[in-house]
């Protein structure tokens, strides 16, 4: 409203040609009011597109988040729904092979290790993503369903990392000692071997820890593990 009236009254100032002084420093005023409004227009405009952009761009980036959230939680559901079903369907079957009397006797048997290859590889697909304590609960649980599975010295050896890559070294280290004493046989006996020794290391009993490296060193010369542990004993100066 101010600078409506202050238009004609500038008009009429320069329309008698600025006759004297006092109506010279009259324009020269208005002219400044003039300026000072334009400013403080322009300054409000720029403030409000600064803050309309600052609101777009957060709105932007909680809708980014919301959908990583969405998509991260469908995908944990997703590798939570595909463990509990291949081990509901495990013991879904388990009475129907126990009362089908006229199946061949071979059924059951050739059925059961690549049911139980599948579920063990479903657990070890979470370890592998990095998802240790899901994992740790598909081998628990696979431990508990598949006893006499031959298997069972893999399935140990990757509950044994999941505690070891969760820092819980305590209860790795006797994951680690029943492959030992009980699946001397197996492949995984070597490698059960090396990461007791390291479980024990990690948890600061180092006498106990070196024996275990040197008995590497010393009876299973020429394998990888051996190699290992015998860097590992360098490392600790030894």
């Known amino acids: 409203m101010r600078r409506t009236m202050m238009l004609p009254a500038l008009a009429a100032l320069l329309a008698v040609g600025c006759g004297s002084e006092d109506q010279l420093r009259r324009v020269e005023q208005e002219v400044g009011d003039l300026?000072?409004?334009?400013?403080?227009?322009?300054?409000?405009?720029?403030?409000?597109?600064?803050?309309?952009?600052?609101?777009?761009?957060?709105?932007?980036?909680?809708?980014?988040?919301d959908r990583r959230f969405q998509a991260d939680l469908q995908e944990s559901l997703r590798q939570v729904q595909d463990t509990t079903r291949a081990l509901s369907n495990r013991l879904g079957n388990l009475p129907r092979t126990a009362g089908t009397k006229a199946a061949p006797a071979e059924a059951p048997a050739s059925a059961t290790p690549a049911e139980d290859e599948r579920v063990l590889n479903a657990a070890v697909v979470d370890y592998n993503r990095g998802n240790y304590p899901l994992a740790t609960d598909g081998l628990e649980l696979w431990l508990k369903t598949y006893p006499q599975s031959a298997k069972r010295p893999e399935a140990l050896f990757f509950l044994g990392l999941c505690h070891y890559n969760q820092q819980g070294y305590d209860k790795?280290?006797?994951?680690?000692?029943?492959?030992?004493?009980?699946?001397?046989?197996?492949?995984?006996?070597?490698?059960?071997?090396?990461?007791?020794?390291?479980?024990?290391?990690?948890?600061?009993?180092?006498?106990?820890?070196?024996?275990?490296?040197?008995?590497?060193?010393?009876?299973?010369?020429g394998s990888a593990e051996a190699r290992t542990a015998q860097q590992e004993l360098s490392d600790l100066g030894l």
């Open 35 to 65: 300026k000072l409004e334009v400013f403080k227009l322009r300054q409000a405009v720029e403030d409000g597109n600064k803050k309309a952009q600052t609101d777009q761009q957060a709105a932007t980036e909680a809708r980014t988040q």
């Open 172 to 221: 790795a280290q006797p994951v680690f000692e029943r492959i030992i004493k009980d699946h001397a046989a197996s492949s995984q006996f070597l490698p059960a071997k090396l990461k007791r020794a390291q479980c024990l290391l990690k948890q600061g009993l180092k006498p106990a820890a070196a024996k275990a490296f040197q008995e590497l060193v010393n009876g299973f010369a």
